[in-house]
Nanobody, 125 residues
Framework: QLVESGGGSVQAGGSLRLSCLAS???????????MGWFRQAPGKERERVAS???????SYADSVKGRFTISRDNAKKTLYLQMSSLNPTDTAMYYC??????????????????WGQGTQVTVSS
């Protein structure tokens, strides 16, 4: 129901844009959901990268502030994550997720109920 794309391998300092297309039972009410990007590196816990509420309010992890931008196109049922100034610590599997409906976005993965399969981002030095 959520399909990510746009991952790949880049050198440090480069940019990537991730996309996440929604389908299935969240499609019709997509604009009302909090949407988030998470990432998980090998041996580490999944962490929230950024989230965007139904009213457009955005929130970012401190580690990506000023470098990543989350956005959504409700007409296209698509979530985006523009990533710039990438560094090797950004290497991870990136997941999009749907969370609360018409409510604040949480930072805990357990607050999100629908997940994509992930797209790999690898940043080399």
């Amino acid at each position: 129901q959520l399909v990510e794309s746009g991952g790949g391998s880049v050198q440090a300092g480069g940019s990537l844009r991730l996309s996440c297309l929604a389908s299935g039972n969240i499609y019709s009410a997509y604009s009302g959901y909090c949407m988030g990007w998470f990432r998980q590196a090998p041996g580490k816990e999944r962490e929230r990268v950024a989230s965007i509420a139904s009213d457009g309010t955005t929130s970012y992890a401190d580690s990506v502030k000023g470098r990543f931008t989350i956005s959504r196109d409700n007409a296209k049922k698509t979530l985006y994550l523009q990533m710039s100034s990438l560094n090797p610590t950004d290497t991870a599997m990136y997941y999009c997720a749907a969370g609360a409906y018409r409510s604040l976005c949480g930072t805990w993965s357990g607050e999100y109920h629908t997940w994509g399969q992930g797209t790999q981002v690898t940043v080399s030095s």
